[in-house]
């Protein structure tokens, strides 16, 4: 969902469950989608990426899926750990503007519970 | 593993003083840019420069803004003029090409404006 500010959509998950988070995109033109992960006082940390002429990619423990028809994707990440805690931002870009600047989502919070 | 590091890791600065954010991308990295993050909200694109001259810019990149590569290494950010809003995470990232491409973004650094 969307939020303002400093009201964070926060997922709680108890450890060893999976996640999944979702990120609403909003340039239909957008070929190009990306999920970071940003820690407590940290950069945005690439976890994976997806093309627009895929559904879905998997990595280790994290699968993206992306459905173009309403605009969305997701990141699900498997056997949840204490180390999965954070901010998880999706990004878009591409979309014709010219250069790949990326266009964030609001993020989500993701806690693991012990 | 290569990384963009950034300097300082936090800048305190009197409003109307002038702050200069440094940036050291990935060696073979060709794009650059510069985003910023306020407290709480979602990371938001400043700038892109490629082949020496800006590519892109956002509406919060204002005459105050100003971009550099003086050198084969290192991609400045300079805000002439501060101002109390441009308080903010800003983040320095690269990336080897333009489409579909994964960014690598710095650790940021926190500028507070008093």
């Known amino acids: 969902g969307e939020s303002v500010g400093l009201h964070l959509p926060t997922l709680s998950v108890q450890e060893g469950d999976n996640s999944i988070i979702n990120c609403a995109y909003s340039?239909?033109?957008?070929?190009?989608f990306i999920w970071y992960k940003q820690e407590s006082g940290k950069g945005p940390q690439f976890i994976i990426d997806?093309?627009?002429?895929?559904d879905k990619r998997q990595g280790q423990r994290v699968t993206v899926l992306l459905n173009k028809t309403v605009k969305h994707l997701s990141l699900q990440i498997a056997a949840t750990q204490p180390g999965d805690s954070a901010v998880y931002f999706c990004a878009e870009a591409g979309g014709g503007s010219g250069t790949y600047k990326y266009i964030f989502g609001t993020g989500t919070r993701l806690k693991v519970l012990a | 593993e290569p990384e963009v590091t950034q300097t300082p890791s936090h800048q305190v600065t009197q409003m109307g003083q002038e702050v200069i954010l440094r940036c050291v991308p990935i060696?073979?990295?060709?794009?650059f840019y510069w985003y910023r993050q306020i407290l709480g909200q979602k990371v938001e694109f400043l700038v892109s420069?490629?082949?020496?001259?800006?590519?892109?810019k956002s509406e919060i990149f204002d005459d105050q803004f100003s971009v550099e590569r003086p050198d084969g290494s290192n991609f400045t950010l300079k805000i002439r003029s501060t101002k109390l809003e441009d308080s903010a995470m800003y983040f320095c990232?690269?990336?080897?090409?333009?489409?579909?491409?994964?960014?690598?973004f710095g650790q940021g650094t926190r500028l507070t404006v008093v």
């Open positions: 060696s073979n990295h060709l794009y």
């Open positions: 420069f490629y082949n020496n001259e800006i590519s892109e």
């Open positions: 990232a690269s990336s080897l090409g333009q489409a579909n491409t994964e960014a690598f």
């Open positions: 997806i093309r627009s002429n895929m």
């Open positions: 340039n239909s033109a957008s070929d190009y």
